[in-house]
């Protein structure tokens, strides 16, 4: 129950200041660069743990959440890729579902 709460509480305090977080978006946008996507995926790791974490609990015992959050890490780089941020939707709110998809998958 301890690992969950802190789970929790990593995913609801941000690593970066919002304004770090735009100009990664800005630059990884603009030019591709792998240290920005990095730095962003940083970020949202917590996104991936905390659905894993939730998906694992309705599934058996033998499914391990490390496997879990491996696959949701694939629909998180894709997420990334694929993100607008001129189309004014949170990352988070885009993010969810396809990483949601990529660890039911």
Sequence with gaps: MAAMRTRMRMRMKPKAPQEEVDKW???F????????RNLLLEQYLPLVKYAADRLHAKLPDEVDVDDLISAGIFGLIDAVEAFDPKRG???ET???????GAILD
Excluded: L
Aim: charged share 50%; net charge positive.
């Design 29 to 36: 946008k603009r030019t591709k660069d792998e240290t920005c």
């Design 25 to 27: 978006w800005r630059k």
């Design 89 to 91: 939707v949170k990352f």
């Design 94 to 100: 885009y993010c969810s579902p396809r990483v949601r």
